[in-house]
T-cell receptor, first 111, second 116 residues
Framework: SQKIEQNSEALNIQEGKTATLTCNYT??????LQWYRQDPGRGPVFLLL?????KEKRKERLKVTFDTTLKQSLFHITASQPADSATYLC??????????FGTGTRLLVSP | NAGVMQNPRHLVRRRGQEARLRCSPM?????VYWYRQLPEEGLKFMVY????????ESGMPKERFSAEFPKEGPSILRIQQVVRGDSAAYFC??????????????FGPGTRLTVL
C-alpha cells in the first residue's frame, strides 16, 4: 500500500542547532516533493519544492534533499530559532494535480 | 495581493444540518483544491476544480459532499446532513496554472467545522 511517513514524535532541539526532519514514502513515484510549515490553527505555508531529478535545494536557512532510490527526503533548518517551532509537512506530488501529505512532525526549538 | 480567503473560519452545525464552506482563491489563480484535516491526521485531498469544472473528485465521499467553482464567485464545498464524523478543519488551496505539472498550492486559513 502507499504510505508517507514522518516521525510522529516531536523533535526537540536547542536554539542554534540544526534540525533534521525525515519523510519516507513507499509505492509512490513522485514528480515533486514539497515541504510546508503549519502553525496551530492555521493553513499550511509552502516552503520548498524539489523535483525528482534534483538532489538538493536550498533557501536561506532551509535545505531539502530528495533521494528517489531510498524514497526519502530530508528537511534541514540550520541555526534554528524558537520562531521555527511549528509542524512541518511533507507532500508528494505525483503530477496529477493533487498533493498527498504526511502527518507532519512537530519541531520545538528551545531558547 | 490578498491570499486565499476562506469563510467562515469557524462553523458549528447540529447533526442533519447543511454546512456551506466558501473559498476565494488568490487573484489570478484559476485552480482550487479542497483538503480535509482530521485531528491528529494529515491533510487529505478531496477535490480539484477549475472554473465551472470538477477535474478530480476522487477524494470526495460519495454521498452528502459536493463542490463547485462557478464562473463568478467563490468555490463552495457543501456538506449535507452533517454527522459528527464530519467535524474537521477544511482547507482550500489555489494555484495559478496547470500545463501538466502541479504548481505550488497556496492554502487558506481553513474552516473549522464542529458538528454537535
Amino acid at each position: 500500500s502507499q504510505k508517507i511517513e514522518q516521525n510522529s514524535e516531536a523533535l526537540n532541539i536547542q536554539e542554534g542547532k540544526t534540525a533534521t526532519l525525515t519523510c519516507n514514502y513507499t509505492n509512490y513515484s513522485p514528480a515533486y516533493l514539497q515541504w510546508y510549515r503549519q502553525d496551530p490553527g492555521r493553513g499550511p505555508v509552502f516552503l520548498l519544492l524539489i523535483r525528482e531529478n534534483e538532489k538538493e535545494k536550498r533557501k536561506e536557512r532551509l535545505k531539502v534533499t530528495f533521494d528517489t532510490t531510498l524514497k526519502q527526503s530530508l528537511f534541514h533548518i540550520t541555526a534554528s530559532q524558537p520562531a521555527d517551532s511549528a509542524t512541518y509537512l511533507c507532500a508528494l506530488d505525483t503530477g496529477f494535480q493533487k498533493l498527498v501529505f504526511g502527518t507532519g512532525t512537530r519541531l520545538l526549538v528551545s531558547p | 495581493n490578498a491570499g486565499v480567503m476562506q469563510n467562515p473560519r469557524h462553523l458549528v452545525r447540529r447533526r442533519g444540518q447543511e454546512a456551506r464552506l466558501r473559498c476565494s482563491p488568490m487573484k489570478g489563480h484559476s485552480h482550487v483544491y479542497w483538503y480535509r484535516q482530521l485531528p491528529e491526521e494529515g491533510l487529505k485531498f478531496m477535490v480539484y476544480l477549475q472554473k465551472e469544472n470538477i477535474i478530480d473528485e476522487s477524494g470526495m465521499p460519495k454521498e452528502r459532499f459536493s463542490a463547485e467553482f462557478p464562473k463568478e464567485g467563490p468555490s463552495i464545498l457543501r456538506i449535507q446532513q452533517v454527522v459528527r464524523g464530519d467535524s474537521a478543519a477544511y482547507f482550500c488551496a489555489s494555484s495559478p496554472s496547470s500545463g501538466g505539472v502541479t504548481d505550488t498550492q497556496y492554502f487558506g486559513p481553513g474552516t473549522r467545522l464542529t458538528v454537535l
